[in-house]
Structures are given as structure tokens and as C-alpha cells.
């Protein structure tokens, strides 16, 4: 198995064009409005697999690249990942 790794510049200018996770706040999840895959609504960080060249993932490895702050604070927090265009 082998995995492709998307680019994270936690140093860029701008934060929003960073290519790191953590950057968009995600929104009150409403299950009467919210419709959970659609990121305008759910908010978070969006990445497109198809910009790196993989057109198909079996496997979703998140690694918390953070080395800053400590327990039980420290690193991230992962709420959910959304496949929203796929087999």
C-alpha cells in the first residue's frame, strides 16, 4: 500500500491557501438543514485527491504534523471525513 501525501505549508501567507487542515472552522451541524458532504454548508478544509494525480483511494491516513502545546490540548482534533464525489 502506499500513500500520497498533500503538501502543508503551515508557514504560508496566507493560511486559507496553506494546503493545510485546521484552517476553515466547520459549522453547527443542523440535521433538519445541514447537508453533511456539501462543504459550503458543513464547512472544514476541502482537499481534491485529483490535484495530486490519484484518481481513486481505498485508505485515508491523517497524520498530526503539530509538535507545539501539550496534553491533553496539544495536536488536532479530527471530527469526520466526507467522501463526497467517488466509487
Known amino acids: 500500500m502506499s ?3 498533500l503538501a502543508c505549508e503551515p508557514s504560508a501567507a496566507d493560511p486559507a491557501s496553506s494546503g ?11 440535521a433538519e438543514t ?3 458532504l ?6 472544514g478544509d476541502a482537499f481534491d485527491l485529483a490535484a495530486l494525480g490519484v484518481a481513486r483511494a481505498r485508505y485515508v491516513r491523517v497524520r498530526d504534523r503539530s509538535a507545539e502545546g501539550a496534553a ?5 482534533d479530527l471530527d469526520a ?5 467517488g466509487d
Open 72 to 76: 491533553p490540548s496539544a495536536g488536532f
Open 34 to 36: 445541514s447537508v453533511p
Open 20 to 30: 493545510c487542515a485546521g484552517v476553515s472552522p466547520t459549522e453547527e451541524y443542523d
Open 38 to 43: 456539501d462543504p459550503a454548508m458543513s464547512g
Open 81 to 85: 471525513i466526507g467522501w463526497v464525489n
Open 3 to 5: 500513500f500520497v501525501t
